[in-house]
């Protein structure tokens, strides 16, 4: 069975740096590009960005694309999301996907002083 | 960026009724287009991928047509465990935009 889970979530301030985990399992994670995407409070859905299977490159919002980072460990199973100067519009569920296809449960990002 | 405009953004409707959910793209999207849901615990599912391929396991009530830049999605008779948050994405060019989402809900 395909698995997401995300950790890493949580209340940050404004300007902070927060890194999200993804680990997958039940299937070969170095055969799949990985995405994020996060879901705001009032239910917008934005791609955040895609990484290709082995590392090499990356997709972005332009939006996001000077302030988040992806990467993954294809030895560890798990993607990440690299976040800096985070803003209160960043409050957020982000959620790991394996090509759109499959989803994990999300991570809450809340970003307040 | 491309832009999904999904409609409507509430659908009031009953148990047995036939729903259709539009989303359409701001340019040609080359049926690059995927149908989710999400369940209100925040569970997400893909319901169909390239506009109209039904994902194993989901009901044949489901369907997905369209082309250019008009496409929908179709639920023949509703079922209660239909009512959920519903989004179309495209995938036809970087970045890959969302459509804003609608809500089927019981009448």
């Known amino acids: 069975e395909v698995q997401l889970v995300e950790s890493g979530g949580g209340l940050v301030q404004p300007g902070a740096s927060l890194k999200l985990s993804c680990v997958a399992s039940?299937?070969?994670?170095?055969?799949?590009?990985m995405s994020w995407v996060r879901q705001t409070p009032g239910k917008t859905m934005e791609w955040i960005g895609d990484i290709k299977y082995d590392g090499s490159y990356t997709n972005y919002a332009p939006s996001l694309k000077n302030r988040f980072t992806i990467s993954r460990d294809n030895a560890k199973s798990t993607l990440y999301l690299q976040m800096s100067n985070v803003r209160s519009e960043d409050t957020a569920t982000y959620y790991c996907?394996?090509?759109?296809?499959?989803w994990g449960q999300g991570a809450s990002v809340t970003v307040s002083s | 960026d491309i832009q999904l405009t999904q409609s409507p953004s509430t659908l009031p409707a009953s148990l047995g009724e036939r729903v259709t959910i539009s989303c359409r793209a701001s340019q040609s999207i080359s049926n690059s287009l995927n149908w989710y849901q999400q369940k209100p615990d925040g569970t997400v599912k893909r319901l169909i991928y390239s506009t109209s391929t039904l994902e194993s396991g989901v009901p044949s009530r489901f369907s997905g047509s369209g082309s250019g830049t008009d496409y929908s999605l179709s639920i023949s008779s509703l079922e209660s465990e239909d009512f959920a948050m519903y989004y179309c994405?495209?995938?036809?060019?970087?970045?890959?935009?969302f459509g804003s989402g609608t809500k089927l809900e019981i009448k």
């Open positions: 996907t394996r090509s759109g296809w499959a």
């Open positions: 039940g299937f070969t994670f170095s055969d799949y590009w």
């Open positions: 994405l495209q995938y036809a060019t970087y970045p890959f935009t």
